[in-house]
């Protein structure tokens, strides 16, 4: 089983900084199939990217997706206030499909 | 657009049975796409839970594989849960999950979930 680690596990921004989240897993991702989602309280998890780097249907493009093998990273350029949420980072490539403990982003 | 709606009981006594069942429209059970459960306890991160295709093939949380059971009802369009022997620490946000792995997406659409507490 493939363990995720996320870092931190909260970031303080403000609106318009840039956030820099991490994902570390405890073994290759096969084919990078490595996905990150976005939850605010009481909602749906939101796919933003997946393979990596792939921008979801209707993502903003200030959420960017990179990193290969076991170091994953989502940035999101220039934090907008409905961006403060949890993001989660899940991987894909082989079963069992495992997610990170999530990185709360909130409002400095 | 897919769409993905959990129903089942939303109290289990400990010790019982867990069933949940989640209907899908905008899509059909016997695509190429895989039907996921993931739950989330109250307050904590998501778990996934497994996976179910329409012939049938499975794939499953280790840690849940002993008391979890998948089907699939082609005729409803519909897949199932079912978790046994639950205790407390099975209350949860449980939600049903489209996963495309043909395309490389993987887990994209959800539904909008379901408590379930366990609880005598």
């Known amino acids: 089983e493939i363990v995720l680690t996320q870092s931190p596990d909260t970031l303080s921004l403000s609106p318009g900084e840039r956030g820099t989240l991490s994902c570390r897993a405890s073994?290759?991702?096969?084919?990078?199939?490595l996905a990150w989602f976005q939850q605010k309280p009481g909602q749906v998890p939101r796919l933003l990217i997946y393979?990596?780097?792939t921008r979801a249907t209707g993502i903003p493009d200030r959420f960017s997706g990179s990193g290969s093998g076991t170091d994953f990273t989502l940035t999101i350029s220039g934090l907008e206030p409905e961006d403060f949420a949890v993001y989660y980072c899940?991987?894909?490539?082989?079963?069992?499909?495992?997610f990170g403990q999530g990185t709360k982003l909130e409002i400095k | 657009q897919v769409q993905l709606q959990e129903s089942g009981p939303g109290l289990v006594k400990p010790s019982g049975t867990l069933s949940l069942t989640c209907a899908v429209s905008?899509?059909?059970?016997?695509?190429?796409?895989?039907w996921n459960w993931v739950r989330q306890p109250p307050g904590k991160g998501l778990e996934w839970v497994g996976e179910?295709?329409?012939?049938?093939?499975?794939n499953y949380n280790p840690s849940l594989k002993s008391r979890v059971t998948f089907s699939v009802d082609k005729s409803k369009n519909r897949f199932s849960l079912t978790l046994s022997s639950v205790t407390a620490a099975d209350t949860a946000v449980y939600y049903c999950?489209?996963?495309?792995?043909?395309?490389?997406?993987?887990?994209?659409?959800w539904g909008q979930g379901i408590l379930v507490t366990v609880s005598s």
């Open positions: 999950a489209r996963a495309d792995y043909d395309s490389g997406v993987g887990v994209d659409f």
């Open positions: 905008g899509d059909f059970i016997t695509s190429t796409n895989w």
């Open positions: 179910v295709y329409h012939s049938g093939l499975t």
């Open positions: 073994q290759s991702v096969s084919r990078n199939y």
């Open positions: 393979a990596a780097s």
């Open positions: 899940q991987q894909y490539g082989g079963s069992p499909l495992t």
